[in-house]
Every structure is written in C-alpha cells, then in structure tokens.
C-alpha cells in the first residue's frame, strides 16, 4: 500500500491507475504544471543537475531517494500515508463518529475553500523564491532552496489531487485557477498577504522557511486531524516535507549569528556600522528581520475570535495541531481570555481557536530563538534576538493596524509611524542585504556573511558538489 508506483506518468499510492477518469484528468493539468514550473519556477537553472530527495514510499523507513535531478523532471506525484484503519473523528460536535471517506455534501464549499488556501501558498513560494538561486551563498543552500521549491511544487499536487478526486468540476476549475494566481500580481494576487511578500534576499528566504513554512506545518497538523480522511491522509505525509524546510530555516538564521559573532570577534565590536564594512549582518538587523516575516505569518492565523473556526472545529473539518494533547476535544461551554485593544474579552474557547492555535505556534517559534540566544550569550554578549509581541504589525484580527511596538506596547500613531524601521528592515537595510548576495557556486565555499552548516547532506561532505550548473 505505502510503496510509490514510478511506472506511471504521475507517481501515485493512490491507485490511479485504477481511476481512469481521474486518471486522465490528472493527466490533463500535469503539462499545465509544467509550464507553470518553467515560467514560475526558479530561473535559468532547468539543466542544472541537483542532488534532490524523492519519496520513494510513505513509511518511516524509507520515504526518500537522493540522486542528481534537472528539476523539470523530478516526479512529482500523490502520496498519501497509510489509512488508520477505522479511523474514527477526534474532535468536535460528531466526534466518535466514524471518519468521512467522502465529502459532506453541507461542507463541500467549505472544505474546498479550506483546500484552495491551502493549496495557493504553496505555488505562491516557489514563485516569491525564484530569484534566489542567482545570489546563493553555496551549493549546499541552493540545493537546499531547490529541494523546499520541489516539495512545494508537490504540495500543489497533494491539494490538486484532493480538488480532482472530490470536488468534480469546481474542484478541477479551482486546480486551473491554483496556476493563474501569482505571487505579488497586481490582477491576480496569491490568497493571503504573506505569500505575495518579495523574497529576494537570502536572510529573508531563511526567515521566510523558519516563520511562514512553520505556519504551515500548523495548518497541516491542524488539517491532519480533519475527519475528511483523504485530506488528512495528505497532510500526514506533508508534514515530513516540512520540517525540512523549518531546517533550513532554523540552520540558515543560526548560520548567519555564528558568523556575526565571528565577526564581532574579529573586529572587537559589535558596532553595526563596523560588521557592515566587514561584510557581516549585524544582529540588529537580522532582528528587524526576524520582525517582519514573525508579525507577517502571524497573520495567516486569522481573527483572534472567529466564528468559521468555530464552525469548523464543531463540524469535525480543522482541528487543533496535536489534538491528542488536549483533554476536551469538543469545547462546549470551555471559555478564555483573549486581549484586545478594548481590553480583555471572555470568549468561548470555540471561536478564540485561531488565538489557541497562534499560541502554539509562537512557542515552536521560540525554540530557535533560545539556541541561537545561547551561541550569543556563550560569546559573551548581551544581546538577545526576541519574537515581537503577536499584537505588533498586525492587518488582521483585533489589532489590526493598531500602533504597537514589538514589545506590544500602544504607541501614539505618529511615534509609531516615525519608528516603524527601528524595528523592521528599511530600505537602507534591504540594499545592505542585498549587497551582500553574490553567487557562490564553488563546491565547499561559503558567502562571507554565513558560515558553513555543521554537515552536508546525507552523510556527504560539505564540499560535495551539491548543484552542478551547466
Ligand atoms: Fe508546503
Ligand atoms: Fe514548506
């Protein structure tokens, strides 16, 4: 059941072959993704050989094959993991009841809408990504930048296999529009804000992997416990995609304070002016940073109160990341505190769950920031990187475009105004950043402003040539 059929045109454990309607209509987008990926995909590196993973099957033991690749032709395809057998809801008003096999004809736009959001970000990065491959740092990190652009591009299959298999025509002209949106357009933007944001800097692909593909792994978790078993089926498998992407991320930031501190050593200071003359990124700014994409992805949460997540988690569709841990899986009559700009609220838990889940996620949040704390503090310094207060820069939810400060404090409006770029990147900090991102495409060599990962990938030394440009 778990091993992946490579003999076909899409590699599958669904047993496409056996569908042939789906089958052919699958079939039928496939060429429309590949000229996607050739138009939207990272540039000019079709012909490039790279050292990329491909599932080979969905079990612990062996899910990934490594190889050289030209990225046009890695096999993307529909891999679910394994059925639980008599998998039951979890959570909500029908929980005990068994897990639904097919869609709800009541929820059917619901659960669609929940796909096509989805289903938008992941196309949405590889697009905001494209560009990067031009100033990478290393090999080893454009590997790595191909190998999260690859697995994106597969997440756009996972959902595209779900809106074909259950959703009939709306599902296939939804799969259609998935390919139409893009990153920043002016007309035909991707859904959520986040994922229309440039990425054309390397520190901002590090936070961008560590923040936003770590919203995603909570959407995912969440989406896991849906009692529409295919979808949570999907997004099992997903997530073991995932965390190599929050890997690059928590890595590529740790990088970049190791190679500061480096740097402060060196020069016996940590004066910004003085690391930037040094070609370094001075940890101020590497902190406005990590404010920026931090508040962006904060908002890919949704309102604090909301009733469609309420209606959601009741009717079984989204539950809570690790539902497991929680004790009341239903959440009639449980109430919280959710605080506001007009003070704090009593709210059923029911509808403050987006708040419940952005909690979570800000503590995942911290665990990078306490290592790479701990590098500063053993180098002796004062400095600690921190996470901004989840109310500052916020456009969605109670404290949309509220003036507050990262330390969550209300500000007047001109303060704020007139402070904004003490706490994320000006301009004059992008075109430093930017000035830092030349190509370095030697086997083992690194950019001045990062130093090198602990080790290669799998097992091979990092002066492997991970990417061999044509
Ligand atoms: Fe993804
Ligand atoms: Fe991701």
Known sequence: MSAVNYSEKIPNNVNLANDRTLQRALEHWQPHFLQWWHEMGPTDFERADVYLRTAVSVDAQGWATYGAVHMPDYRWGIFLADAVPDRKIGFGDRMGEPAWQQVP????STLRRLLVTQGDTEPASVEQQRLLGHSCPSLYDLRNLFQVNVEEGRHLWAMVYLLHAYFGRDGREEAEELLARHSGDADKPRILTTFNEPILDWLSFYCFTYFTDRDGKYQLKSLAESAFDPLSRTCRFMLTEEAHHMFVGETGIGRVVKRTLEAMKELGTGDPARLREHGAVDLATLQKYLNFWCSSSLDLFGSEISSNSAANFANGLKGRPDEDQYEDHVLRGASMKVATPEGEQEVPVLNALNEVMRESYLKDCEIGLK?????????????????????????????AGQPVDPLGKLLPEEEYSRRLHEWIPSQQDRDYVKSLMRRVAEPGKMASWIAPPERGINNLPLEYEYVRLS
């Open 371 to 399: 290592r790479w704390n701990r590098t500063i503090e053993r180098a002796g310094h004062e400095f600690r990187l921190s996470l901004p207060s989840a109310r500052f820069r916020r456009a969605i939810g109670a404290w």
């Open 105 to 108: 004809g009541e929820y059917r």
